[in-house]
């Protein structure tokens, strides 16, 4: 897998990935940056809730649960102190649809986390990562 930031200018990057999609990312204003884009930190917490989201969607359907959706929020705690790593994150899952069952979202979830999920893999060790779940039943 391969990657590609390229310097727009101030302090904006346009990233590229090799399947050729592209994101930009920006600082805040306060720091010299333009405000035009997500911060490196904020697609660390996207790509964990996506990572693991995808999972959560993909185990569902293939146990054949009603699922109509999936909403995955993430909260990130850093450090005071550079390089102001993330010390500890929180994943809610919010899973909607008809007659689901909470085992199977549990065990969905668990999956992820334990298993599949190589963003929160990578995170394992360097922050504490805890996670919870809610059913909306339609």
Known sequence: MQAKVKWVGGLQFVGESETGHAIVMDA?????????????????????????????????QKKREQVTGVE??????????HPKKFTDIEIEYI???????????KKAI??????????????EGVAKITYSYRIVRI
């Open 72 to 81: 995955v929020n993430i909260k990130g705690e850093k450090a005071d102190t």
């Open 110 to 123: 668990d999956l992820s986390m334990e298993k599949y999920c190589s963003v929160k893999a990578t995170l």
């Open 28 to 60: 805040d204003t306060e720091v010299g940056g333009g405000n035009t884009g997500m911060r490196p930190t904020e697609l660390l917490l996207v790509g964990l809730g996506g990572c693991s989201g995808m999972d959560v969607a993909s185990i569902l």
């Open 95 to 105: 899973v909607s649809g008809k007659n689901i069952s909470e085992e199977a979202v």
